[in-house]
């Protein structure tokens, strides 16, 4: 390893899951830049593994080491998108660069000026500025995803946990979805966990692969 290499994640021994382990001996790291796609059936593991990383769930052995900013460091786009279904796309997408503000900035004020204008780039790059006053409830399932990934983009943080945010996206928007996120991702030398059930789409926007197999982790070089 380069001594300028940034590490943003180390697990070191790490088991995860709830009453029984569900993936063992994770030892990993992961560095600025990269762009990991966790892969295996479902049931496996996959999202424990993101919410163990994120620190919602604790691991049963070992540890999680996380350096990335207390504030905002950590976007996570869940499987379920976590939006607010009846305010307004921008409100959902403003929420993002909320961690920047003082904690004295209440969530009914508005954002100040740039605040919004972060907001608008990333609805803007999303290819949904025309639904930015809409609610969210009566968008469509890829339209959520966008909306996800545009309040993630906006918080500008310095690891994306991204779990199956590309589902229900068709290929113009997958491509849309991909360069904004790793246009921020390059801009904050941040990195991204993404899991993803379309193995090819996973070799195609991924330098790393993790394949979940039998309660390991098994990593597999792309390029
Ligand atoms: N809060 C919980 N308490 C106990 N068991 C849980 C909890 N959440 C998930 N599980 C169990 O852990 C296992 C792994 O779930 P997980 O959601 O990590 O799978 P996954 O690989 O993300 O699957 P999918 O591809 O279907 O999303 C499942 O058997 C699930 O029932
Ligand atoms: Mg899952």
Request: charged content about 25%.
């Amino acid at each position: 390893m380069s001594l300028l290499e940034e590490v943003l994640v180390h697990l070191h021994d790490v088991a995860i899951g709830y009453d029984v382990p569900l993936i063992e001996d994770i030892n990993i790291e992961v560095i600025a830049g990269d762009v990991i796609a966790v892969l295996g059936p479902s049931g496996i593991g996959k999202t424990t593994l993101l919410r163990t990383i994120a620190g919602l769930v604790r691991p049963l052995e070992g540890d999680v080491e996380l350096a990335v900013p207390s504030r905002g460091g950590l976007g996570y786009i869940p499987q379920r998108l976590g939006l607010i279904g009846n305010l307004t796309v921008r409100d959902n997408v403003e929420m993002g660069t909320r961690v920047s503000l003082s904690r004295w900035h209440l969530p009914f004020f508005p954002v100040p000026g740039k605040q919004r204008r972060i907001a608008e780039r990333a609805m803007e790059d999303l290819d949904i500025l025309t639904l930015a006053d809409q609610p969210v409830r009566i968008l469509s399932g890829g339209q959520q995803r966008r909306v996800a990934t545009a309040k993630t983009v906006a918080q500008r943080p310095k690891l994306v946990l991204a779990d199956e945010f590309l589902g229900e996206l068709d290929d113009d928007n997958v491509e849309i979805v991909m360069e904004t996120v790793r246009q921020a991702i390059d801009a904050q030398n941040s990195a991204m966990i993404m899991v993803e059930h379309h193995e090819e789409l996973a070799k195609e926007v991924a330098n790393r692969i993790w394949r979940i197999k039998d309660g390991r982790l098994i990593e597999e070089l792309v390029r």
